[in-house]
């Protein structure tokens, strides 16, 4: 399915094209703020079949910091690493560790965007500015949300060039193979106590997005509920933000351990689409990504609830795939185990079969493989 097909996507407040103030393209890209990103781009290159993009450092004139671009399909991440002692991006890995600092979304008017937003209570990140280059400009502009994290606009249809204006095309050697990632299905957020229906209330006023009412809405099974969740999607339903804080559990929440460890609120995981989860997921283990893994028995009954599936169950169970239903149809995903040092970012690799929701379905078989790893760190 495509992520633009909402034609049965249920919100709880119809948002008309005409009134939709934000409207958004798409995810432009995600930056994150890490401590080599040399190092960084090689890892989210040989393990997860990103190809080399863009390149901006010393040699393109920048003094204080390096970025590699990486593409794969329309996912483009941005790792950015600090070279000199102090500054912003120090800072904020001496307080998160590596960690996403910018959810870039693609806008059509960048001035307009930072306007709508601005005038609606969000706190500026970066003025509109025009930048520039012989490949045309980019107007970018952004906004503060959850903890450190902004949200950057995105103009870009003047621009012809590779990446952003100041980055030069890398094209090294060294092209992996991709392994079949095609877009951002969703990113979710992790906020402290009570701090959930603020953030919501924030893209709700301030961007214009509406709750996505879905499964994932209705109460989880108390034992094992560690955390709530409310999904806000934007009017055309291309930018899905999950927005969980902890909850009083039977253990210490896996939100909390978050919240501890990436000193505030954050970006918790990255959602990323596939069309074939079974080559994928193969191949992202070959190439040394590790998943977390739920008990062999998930699979005597999982048929039992959610139904006929088009895959064979062999493949999900040999390789830890999970299945959800909603009343639209089913999905298939599966979370890697924090890609950081700090029990921080994941990854989660998604293939929707008509499904519009998250998986809640998976939630207790989740949480138990998710404590088990915490046990084993012993911030349980
Ligand atoms: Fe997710």
Redesign the pocket.
């Known amino acids: 399915m495509s992520v633009t097909d909402n034609t049965s996507l249920k919100l709880t407040k119809e948002v008309p094209a005409a009134e939709d103030f934000l409207p958004l393209l798409g995810t432009d890209h995600v930056e994150l703020y890490v401590g080599n990103a040399k190092q960084a781009a090689h890892y989210y290159m040989a393990a997860w079949g990103f190809q080399p993009l863009a390149y901006a450092g010393l040699e393109t004139g920048l003094k204080d910091r390096t970025s590699y671009v990486l593409q794969q399909d329309k996912i483009r991440l941005v790792l950015t690493a600090p070279m000199k002692p102090g500054g912003e991006i120090n800072r904020h890995i001496e307080q998160h560790g590596d960690g996403v600092k910018a959810i870039a979304l693609w806008v059509d008017d960048a001035r307009k965007s930072f306007e709508e937003t601005f005038k609606r209570g969000a706190e500026p990140y970066m003025e509109p500015e025009v930048r520039e280059d012989e490949n045309g400009k980019v107007i970018l502009s952004g906004i503060h949300t959850y903890g450190e994290t902004v949200h950057i606009f995105v103009e870009r249809s003047a621009y012809q060039g590779t990446f952003l204006p100041g980055y030069r095309a890398w094209n090294p050697h060294y092209q992996p193979e991709s392994t079949g990632l095609k877009y951002i299905?969703?990113m979710?957020g992790n906020v402290g106590w009570n701090e959930m229906n603020k953030w919501c209330e924030f893209y709700a006023k301030v961007m214009g997005f509406a709750q996505l009412v879905s499964f994932d809405d209705k109460d989880i099974s108390t034992e094992y509920t560690a955390l709530m969740s409310k999904v806000m999607s934007n009017g055309n339903g291309r930018i899905k933000f999950?927005i969980n804080e902890p909850a009083e559990g039977r253990k210490k929440s896996q939100i909390e351990e978050y919240i501890e460890f990436y000193n505030g609120a954050g970006v918790q995981?990255m959602?990323l689409a596939t069309d074939n989860i079974i080559e994928t997921v193969s191949g992202l283990r070959d190439r040394g990504v590790e998943f977390l893994r739920v008990p062999g028995e998930y699979y005597e009954d999982v048929l039992d609830r959610v139904g006929e599936i088009d895959e064979d169950l062999e493949p999900l169970r040999e390789l830890g795939i999970l299945i959800d239903r909603d009343d639209e149809g089913y999905l298939l995903?599966i979370f890697t185990k924090p890609i950081l040092d700090r029990p921080t970012l994941f990854i989660?690799i998604?293939q929707r079969k008509g499904a519009k929701s998250?998986?809640k379905g998976n939630f207790k078989a989740l949480f138990e493989a998710i404590e088990r790893e915490q046990e084993s760190r012993g911030t349980l």
């Open positions: 299905d969703h979710v999950p995981h959602a995903q989660e998604i998250f998986g």
